[in-house]
């Protein structure tokens, strides 16, 4: 069973810093996309950040040369890590990891969030002004 557990998250003023952990368990993550998304309330999930079964990554222009994704295997378990840097207002959300059933056969990051099947409970990120 896959299961997505989200850490990190935290209140933090305008320029500061956060990381955020995904513990990723319950299936071999090694060719399956994995992404970032987040939500407010009254709007529709939004990407934010993706990376292919290779490690290519891919940010919404939003976040580009402030948050980095990054991923490192332990023992049975992927952990999954969005690093947040010059941290904004509008950055406050729901932050959520998801990754797929079932791997393409090409290296690719997934943008849309239908091409997801799992995700976490989520972590709040309050930044403010």
């Known amino acids: 069973q896959v299961q997505l557990v989200e850490s990190g998250g935290g209140l933090v003023t305008a320029g500061g810093s956060l990381r955020l952990s995904c513990a990723a368990s319950?299936?071999?993550?090694?060719?399956?996309?994995m992404g970032w998304f987040r939500q407010v309330p009254g709007k529709e999930r939004e990407y934010v950040a993706g990376?292919?079964?290779?490690?290519?990554?891919?940010?919404v222009d939003a976040v580009k040369g402030r948050f980095t994704m990054s991923r490192e295997y332990a023992e049975n378990t992927l952990y999954l890590y969005l690093q947040m840097n010059s941290l904004k207002p509008e950055d406050t959300a729901v932050y959520y990891c998801a990754t797929v059933l079932r791997g393409p056969n090409y290296d690719s990051v997934y943008v849309r969030s239908d091409q997801y099947d799992y995700w976490g409970q989520g972590t709040q990120v309050t930044v403010s002004s």
């Open positions: 319950g299936r071999t993550f090694s060719r399956m996309p």
């Open positions: 990376m292919s079964w290779s490690g290519r990554t891919n940010y």
